[in-house]
């Protein structure tokens, strides 16, 4: 898969969107393969980690959210489904699976329900470990501000609007990604 090729067919301008697109979707491409790079005992999958971190938002052109230059019809908590449509069309239903399930920390079919968010009553919850991986990095980046990492207390209170559920399947997410990484790494020097 050529994921720059994909970016270039739905984002063919050098416009504020595509620049924040990139820039966002490469700042979650990098955490997520150091994150890669320092748990090879989680036999993730480093090629498609890096695609669908990079495609993971694709949909937001079709979203109407001016403050990140997104000028589309849909309702900007539909992104995902926006590029998971794209992606199944494309051929990618794995990377569909990431495109619909990253928002928030994923949501349920109860948390669609109690927000009387537009989406299909159903779960969105990432489930492999590389849905899981490339949802947690991207709690880390803002697409309104590009040249801040969050603090993991501020990624979790980000994500309190999305509910405790949500809270806590990130902090789940800390133990088995972050955890592992200091558990890796002792006993060296």
């Known amino acids: 898969m050529d994921y720059q090729k994909i970016i270039d067919q739905y984002y063919p301008e050098d416009n504020a969107l595509k620049h924040i697109l990139l820039v966002h979707s490469q700042s979650v491409a990098q955490r997520a393969l150091q994150i890669v790079s320092h748990h090879p005992e989680l036999h993730l999958d480093r090629q498609f980690v890096e695609e669908a971190a990079m495609l993971h938002d694709i949909g937001i052109c079709r979203c109407h959210a001016p403050s990140i230059e997104c000028f589309g019809t849909a309702d900007y908590i539909l992104h995902g489904r926006m590029g998971a449509e794209i992606l199944r069309k494309e051929g990618y239903p794995r990377h569909a699976r990431v495109c619909e399930r990253h928002t928030g920390a994923g949501l349920t079919r109860e948390d669609i329900e109690r927000q009387q968010l537009p989406l299909p009553a ?59 990484r200091e558990q890796g790494s002792e006993g060296t020097t």
């Open 122 to 180: 159903q779960d969105f919850l990432p489930e492999t470990l590389e849905e899981k991986l490339i949802c947690y990095a991207d709690k880390f980046y803002s697409k309104t501000h590009l040249d801040k990492e969050k603090t993991i207390e501020e990624a979790a209170r980000s994500l309190a609007k999305f509910g405790e559920d949500g809270v806590k399947r990130f902090r789940e997410w800390i133990a088995l990604f972050e955890g592992a």
